[in-house]
T-cell receptor
């Protein structure tokens, strides 16, 4: 089934540890995104990539980094996790500007 | 500053009646708008879209209305069904790849 795969599904992480959230899509979409969902704040864009080899900062990029080595993969790295990064993280992709996103099923991350 | 606002955190509607979810935006450059539905423990799923060249788009039970002068859009669900109970997000873009999402409205359809 075409779509987006995120891993892990959930994780409990000690503060200060490094963590990479994985995201893979098989739709050959140009653009990919990382959002975090927090109660009362909706979905906020962390980082995005319009095409392989390029990345950009979203609304809340601090403490996160991304890379886009190829079309299919868009990993999100927390270099040194802090409790405020406890959230549900969604990866998404789209075929082009103005087009709708396809979302993954999310990663629930708890930083303790 | 929140560019896309959903001022009603929750809404309850009787089954069979109309559900109206509202969304306001502040950036006049926004010209593409989406609505997503999200069930617990799942990713958001695309519902319906509208571009600024239209003021209405319909897909089955779902209709989105856009009032550009008021910077307001709304999603109408008629008739509402218990399976429509979910969190609904509106999102806006200025024709770039990036969408800005609202904070969501939790809809509960009562049987």
């Amino acid at each position: 089934i075409a779509g987006i795969t995120q891993a892990p599904t959930s994780q409990i992480l000690a503060a200060g540890r490094r963590m990479t959230l994985r995201c893979t899509q098989d739709m050959r979409h140009n653009a990919m995104y990382w959002y975090r969902q927090d109660l009362g704040l909706g979905l906020r864009l962390i980082h995005y990539s319009n095409t392989a080899g390029t990345t950009g900062k979203g609304e809340v990029p601090d403490g996160y980094s991304v890379s886009r080595a190829n079309t299919d993969d868009f990993p999100l790295t927390l270099a040194s996790a802090v409790p405020s990064q406890t959230s549900v993280y969604f990866c998404a992709s789209s075929a082009g500007p103005g087009l709708d996103y396809t979302f993954g099923s999310g990663t629930r991350l708890t930083v303790v | 500053d929140q560019q896309v606002k959903q001022n009603s955190p929750s809404l309850s509607v009787q089954e069979g009646r109309i559900s109206i979810l509202n969304c306001d935006y502040t950036n006049s450059m926004f010209d593409y708008f989406l609505w997503y539905k999200k069930y617990p423990a799942e990713g958001p799923t695309f519902l319906i879209s509208i571009s600024s060249i239209k003021d209405k788009n319909e897909d089955g039970r779902f209709t989105v209305f856009l009032n550009k002068s008021a910077k307001h859009l709304s999603l109408h669900i008629v008739p509402s069904q218990p399976g429509d109970s979910a969190v609904y997000f509106c999102a806006a873009s200025s024709g770039t790849y990036k969408y800005i999402f609202g904070t969501g409205t939790r809809l509960k359809v009562l049987a």
